[in-house]
């Protein structure tokens, strides 16, 4: 099988370089941000680009700076930094209304540009969404030593329990993320919702996405909630679930502009 030719790169003055993939259909487009310490190679990305191209829907997917085959050093990221990544993608990559996709920090990532670009967005789904993980999930866990080494030294080594290399948690990536906590208020997110969580995830609790769906303003929330299903949820029956979710997103959005023109 050949190799697929290299992605393209989005250019930004005094700042990383981004790397996608983008492919032009018909709108609503779907644009897909990954997780933390994830790359737009993954299972999820790559078999919605599929269902797109089956489909015939525009399709972007990319890395934010630190991942993949983007430029920058990962200990460099902030929730701040991958937001305005995903920003520049949407904003000069991606055309038109945009069904947003986020796994994991790209659950954060999708909330905050929906709320940086309310008028771009027809839909969001997100799968195994994280809101405020840094905070949550990091520091509230870290116990005293690990709290005290981290501010002291600037950074600490997390393993990684999927078989992948330790990754550093940096000072940085904590205190600026909590510029960006959203579910300690209401989030300012009209359009449909969409959110898949495995049961079994032991990474992001199950009941984050039931905050989620209480915080958004939206009344249009539909919460899939999987009892087998882990953190990834990459299984066939799972990725299955996700092109459905988008779909069903779809549906929403052309009814939606058919009433509007009606």
Not at 237 to 249: N, Q, T
Request: proline share 6%; glycine share 12%; hydrophobic share 40%.
């Amino acid at each position: 099988m050949p190799e697929p030719p290299p992605p393209s790169l989005l250019k930004r003055e005094g700042r990383d370089t981004i790397a996608y993939r983008a492919m032009a259909g018909a709108s609503p487009g779907v644009m897909f941000c990954g997780g933390f310490m994830s790359d737009m190679t993954g299972t999820k990305a790559t078999t919605l680009e599929a269902h797109c191209r089956s489909t015939g829907r525009a399709f972007v997917r990319f890395d934010y700076a630190g991942h993949g085959q983007s430029g920058g050093a990962f200990r460099d990221g902030t929730i701040g930094g991958w937001r305005d990544d995903a920003l520049a993608v949407l904003d000069r990559v991606a055309m038109g209304p945009q069904i947003l996709v986020g796994s994991c920090m790209g659950g954060w990532i999708v909330l905050l540009l929906a709320q940086a670009r309310p008028e771009r967005v027809a839909g969001l789904v997100g799968v195994a969404a994280a809101p405020d993980f840094t905070e949550d999930l990091i520091w509230t866990t870290l116990d005293d030593e690990g709290r005290r080494t981290l501010t002291e030294t600037g950074e600490i080594v997390m393993p990684c329990d999927y078989g992948d290399d330790p990754y550093p948690i940096t000072i940085g990536l904590i205190e600026e993320g909590r510029d960006h906590l959203l579910l300690g208020a209401p989030i300012a997110l009209t359009r449909p919702i969409h959110l898949l969580q495995g049961m079994r995830d032991e990474d992001v609790p199950w009941r984050t996405a039931l905050q989620i769906a209480e915080q958004v303003e939206s009344e249009r929330v539909t919460v899939e909630l999987i009892k087998d299903g882990d953190h990834r949820l990459s299984r066939d029956e799972d990725l299955a679930r996700l092109c459905a979710a988008v779909e069903g997103i779809a549906r929403a959005d052309a009814a939606s502009n058919d009433g509007e023109r009606g």
